[in-house]
């Protein structure tokens, strides 16, 4: 399943356990995305960064390029986490960003 790091790096949901936030869209927030203070915090408390979900062997960084969270893809970055990554079929987190089309993940 997802890690609340992982959800964070997602979607920006204030309640990581609340798995439907994943549906949700995300309102324009002006400077910073929502989630990012709590990837911060979670980064602060000992959170894994390069823990990967059982069925696709995305990490956080992988989840935040693949939706263009820019924003959570840096704080995950400069916390340590690794962007040469695999998931289960070979792809980086730079990978997922191409296929997104996000291009201000990895600039």
Known sequence: GFTPLMLASLRGGSSPECVSVLAEEEEESGVD???TNMISDLISQG??????????GETA???AARYAR??????L??????????DNLGRTPLHAAIAADA?????
């Not at 959170?47 to 696709?56: D, F, G, P, S």
């Not at 820019?70 to 704080?75: E, M, S, T, Y």
Request: hydrophobic share 40%; aromatic share 2%; glycine share 8%.
């Open 47 to 56: 959170a894994t960064l390069n823990a990967q979900t059982e069925r696709t």
């Open 33 to 35: 995305e929502p989630g």
């Open 77 to 86: 970055l400069d916390a340590g986490a690794d962007p040469n990554a695999h």
């Open 61 to 63: 960084l992988h989840l």
């Open 70 to 75: 820019a924003d959570a893809a840096k704080r």
């Open 103 to 107: 291009q201000g993940v990895f600039q």
